[in-house]
């Protein structure tokens, strides 16, 4: 076996094109193809797998050790595989590209989704008790880490989106859809969606033309609530003939509708309602901006996509196509090794813009085995589906504007409506989750010094500790110790507990030692005489 065969073979395993590197019985390919794709499920690079399968199969394994050419093609059955490395933001329009198509027929090259590799435990401060102790929130002690908020305008709700992503966006890539611009958080890279970047709706994660067309006609339904079924039929036919042909996106498909509008067919009026319905999608200048967003880019690092200058129905559009791309990411990647190890979180401030939605449900249902995070805001509990509500391990409930959402929230928490009634302060929050309901009044983020509510002052103390003014607070190594040991009673997550320790001291210095020395007094008076 010569290098240049060598180079070419390997060449050929990196770029998954097994039939052409082995010209044996089907069989043989099979077991290679199979032997890579262990390997690269384990984390072993295109490379590495590519030497492997070649000294498996050499008779000189050592030949299998030259050097492999970079690859820029490489094809779309191995490229799902491959880590996702921070690709340019801007892409030129799936499906939309120009050049002539081969005789054969067309090609249309469609990007395949990366596989995020790490996932993380995470855990959130959230809040205070009205009494100072610390909310906390471990996605480990969790069913899942999907989070439903719901609370009436100037309740808080934005401030808790605020908090969550700011926690959460510095330790795993996170997506902020804001539809209102107000969640813009510092580390977060803006993208606005409109007339200078855009999406493509047609460009679906699905693996063929006639399921992509499908769930295209599924988000129309929901942007475009007003579609009958024989309309519908109409969109999906010619989407269908459109994504078969070389262009596939939307300007293509209004083209096509206007001439079936046309012409002489029994559908004229069908069509006629439809391009009517359709009209501010079709207007709308982000699906027929030039540079198209790659969904891959918004797999590593926090982003935040301000959509405010979209109306509803491209809102829509928009999300619920990018969370498509989402879901086909994280579930390429296989599920994640334990519960509470999370890959990405995504964040919505408007849940009603989906209500009804089949990928929200799908996401509920499916997608926390495989490491997804999710938080959606609304005013009304009505606005989550059953399916949200059923498939929700968090549940947040901020204050209400009536009566009749006083009592829907308190439903929805099983507790009594007076409660909920007593949430009066904007950030003073109901929390359900696996721990049971607890109490809380949201703190804004980045958290600041002083906490919201004032340290009580402890017995023996004449004055509760001031905070320090600036420079890194230091701790008594042993009054930390205990604070650990003693804070784990209450959590089962060790750098919770050390977190609402250093919250403790950071405030009282000897706070342990006050507590240990309360604690024993009041034994002490306790303790029967004789």
């Known amino acids: 076996m010569t290098r240049r065969t060598v180079t070419e073979r390997l060449l050929r395993v990196v770029e998954a094109d097994f039939y052409k590197m082995l010209g044996r019985t089907p069989k043989q390919p099979q077991r290679t193809r199979d032997f890579v794709d262990e390997l690269l499920a384990n984390g072993a690079s295109a490379k590495t797998s590519a030497r492997a399968a070649c000294a498996a199969d050499a008779e000189d394994p050592t030949v299998c050790a030259v050097p492999i050419p970079k690859t820029p093609n490489v094809s779309m059955a ?88 700011g926690q959460v966006g510095a330790e795993i890539p996170t997506i902020i859809f804001d539809v209102h611009g107000d969640l813009t958080l510092p580390g977060f890279t803006s ?80 069509v ?13 200048p982000v699906f027929e901006a030039t540079n198209i967003l790659d969904p891959r880019v918004l797999l590593t690092g926090a982003h935040r996509l301000d959509l405010t200058q979209l109306v509803r129905p491209a809102q829509v559009l928009v999300i619920e196509t990018l969370l498509r791309w989402l879901f086909e990411a994280i579930r390429s990647a296989g599920p994640v090794s334990s519960r509470g190890l999370l890959r990405v979180f995504a964040i919505c401030d408007e849940a009603a813009l989906l209500r009804g939605s089949e990928v929200l449900d799908i996401l509920f249902r499916e997608a926390r085995k495989f490491g997804l995070g999710m938080a959606l805001a609304s ?68 958290f600041k010094q002083p906490t919201l509510f004032p340290t009580q002052t402890m017995v023996g103390s004449a004055k509760p500790a001031k905070p320090a003014k600036s420079g ?49 007094e009041v034994f002490r008076r306790k303790k029967p005489q004789g």
């Open 472 to 520: 890194k607070t230091t701790y008594d190594p042993q009054e930390l110790e205990v604070g650990r040991r003693i804070e784990l009673e209450h959590t089962k997550n060790p750098k919770v507990a050390e977190r609402i320790a250093k919250d403790h001291l950071r405030e009282i210095p000897d706070y342990y030692s006050r507590l240990q020395k309360m604690e024993s």
């Open 191 to 270: 993208h606005r969606l409109g007339k200078s970047l855009g999406v493509n709706p047609l460009n679906q994660p699905a693996p063929d033309v006639g399921q992509r067309v499908r769930e295209f006609v599924s988000t129309m339904r929901i942007a475009v609530p007003g579609l009958g079924s024989r309309q519908q039929l109409i969109l999906s036919e010619t989407a269908r003939e459109v994504c078969r042909a070389e262009r596939c996106d939307l300007g293509e498909l209004r083209k096509q509708l206007q001439e079936q509008q046309g012409s002489k067919s029994a559908d004229r009026n069908s």
């Open 272 to 284: 006629f309602g439809l391009l009517a319905s359709l009209d501010v999608v079709f207007g709308e």
């Open 78 to 165: 191995r490229s799902k595989h491959q880590p996702f490395e921070s690709p340019p933001v801007f892409t030129k329009p799936c499906c939309g590209a120009k050049s002539s198509p081969p005789k054969s027929g067309p090609v249309r090259v469609r990007e395949a989704p990366p596989v995020i590799r790490s996932a993380r435990e995470l855990s959130l401060h959230l809040g205070q008790t009205e009494q100072g102790s610390s909310v906390d929130w471990s996605a480990a002690e969790q069913t899942n880490a999907f989070m439903l908020i719901t609370g009436g305008s100037g309740s808080g709700k934005s401030e808790l989106l605020r908090s969550i992503g």
């Open 379 to 446: 005013q009304l509990a009505a606005d989550f589906g059953p399916a949200l509500r059923a498939n929700a391990g968090t549940i947040f409930t901020l204050r209400a504007n009536s009566a009749a959402e006083v009592n829907a929230n308190a439903r929805e928490l099983g507790i009594s409506p007076v409660l909920v009634g007593k949430l009066s302060r904007p950030g003073q929050a109901l929390l359900r989750d696996s721990s049971g309901i607890r109490a809380a009044q949201i703190e804004r983020w980045p």
